[in-house]
Each structure stands twice: as C-alpha cells, then as structure tokens.
C-alpha cells in the first residue's frame, strides 16, 4: 500500500534553513508528481509547491517562492523540501502528497503524516 | 490567484442527518475541484477529485458536484466518523489554493 513518511522537521531559528523528506514506497515514485502542503498551528490546509514525476518541472506558492525548493531523488524514492530564510509564518505541520496521475491532472490521492516545523527564537 | 471560499464555516449535525457544503471559485475551474476531510491531530484524507468522482475505497454517502465557480459536498447518513472538517480544493491553475474549511461536528 502507498506509504509516505515525512521527516527533517524540528525548531529551528528564523533566518536558518531546513530540509525535510519524504520517503515513499507501495507504489512507482519515479511516475508521479508529488506536492508539499502545510497546516500552520489550528489553521487551514496551504499548499506550498509541486514537482512532476522527474523533477523537470516545479511550481511554488508565492509565499515560499524564491526561500524554498522542492527536489526529489528517483534513485531514493525520496521527495524533498529545502526551506531556507525561515520565518515565524513558516511554522506548520509540512504533508508530503502524491499525484493520482489519472489523466495527467495534478489533484492529491494519499497523504504522509507530515512533519512539525517550529520557527522561533 | 484563484480565491477560494467555503460556506458554511461550520455546522452542527445529528447523526443520520444529510449535510452539504459549499465551495466557491473566484473564477472558473471547469472539475478542477477536489474534496479533503480531516480529522484533528490527523493528516488529511482524500475524499473527492474532478468535484464529483470518489477517490478509491470513500463510501458513496460521500458526493460533490459542480463546475465553473460552484462546488458542493454531501455527506448522507452522517455517522459518528463523519465529524471532521472539510477542505475544497482547486488544482485548475497555480498557485493552487484551499478553501478555509467547514467543520461539522456533533449537535
């Protein structure tokens, strides 16, 4: 079955960087795009980037735009977040989610358990 | 950026009852509409996709329809596990954008 484990999280001062990961297996990572999503403290769902299914193409929300890059390892069956410049407003439980793939169209089938960022001084 | 809003914000509801929920574009997404529910402390779960298509294994007391701006989800028969809060989203153009979401919980 699809698996997605997020790691990398944990408190962090603003202005620092972090990288968190994504670890999938039950399915063919290297065929399917895959998103981060985040969930500031008792707030709603953001989406925050996208990557197609050999990292060619990658696209950001505009608050991470320029701070932040998503990557991944075909190789690893690995999805990445490189957060660098963090801010206050970055801190949020990060969910890695994958593409269905049906029909080339990019909505979201599974889910990971999301890591916990923590921005603060 | 295509804004999406959610009405109503939340409700309340008795077992068995029959819920919907509205979502709205700021501008056209044809189906680009998909339906999340989320439990508290838990991750999201996908419901919904192309605004009226289940995903695999979501029992059919789950149905959104709509197109264009205008989306709604119906819960039928809502059980005890149903009580959650629900997201739209539309993944028609980026940045890709949620909607505040509706919290259902227990009357």
């Known amino acids: 079955q699809v698996q997605l484990v997020e790691s990398g999280g944990g408190v962090v001062q603003p202005g620092r960087s972090l990288r968190l990961s994504c670890a999938a297996s039950?399915?063919?990572?290297?065929?399917?795009?895959m998103h981060w999503v985040r969930q500031a403290p008792a707030k709603g769902l953001e989406w925050v980037a996208i990557?197609?299914?050999?990292?060619?193409?990658?696209n950001y929300a505009d608050s991470v735009k320029g701070r932040f890059t998503i990557s991944r390892d075909n190789s690893k069956n690995t999805l990445y977040l490189q957060m660098n410049t963090l801010r206050i407003e970055d801190t949020a439980m990060y969910y890695c989610?994958?593409?269905?793939?049906?029909?080339?169209?990019?909505?979201?089938?599974?889910w990971g358990q999301g890591t916990l960022v923590t921005v603060s001084s | 950026d295509i804004q999406m809003t959610q009405s109503p914000s939340s409700l309340s509801a008795s077992v068995g009852d029959t819920v919907t929920i509205t979502c709205r574009a700021s501008?056209?997404?044809?189906?680009?509409l998909a339906w999340f529910q989320q439990k508290p402390g838990k991750a999201p779960k996908s419901l919904i996709y192309?605004?009226?298509s289940l995903q695999s294994g979501v029992p059919s007391k789950f149905s959104g329809s709509g197109s264009g701006t205008d989306f709604t989800l119906t819960i039928s028969s809502l059980q005890p596990e149903d009580f959650a809060t629900y997201y739209c989203?539309?993944?028609?153009?980026?940045?890709?954008?949620f909607g505040p979401g509706t919290k259902v919980d227990i009357k």
């Open positions: 989610a994958k593409i269905s793939g049906r029909d080339g169209d990019n909505e979201i089938d599974y």
């Open positions: 039950g399915f063919t990572f290297s065929s399917y795009g």
């Open positions: 990557v197609s299914y050999d990292g060619n193409n990658k």
């Open positions: 501008q056209g997404i044809s189906t680009y």
């Open positions: 192309s605004a009226s």
């Open positions: 989203q539309q993944y028609n153009s980026y940045p890709f954008t």
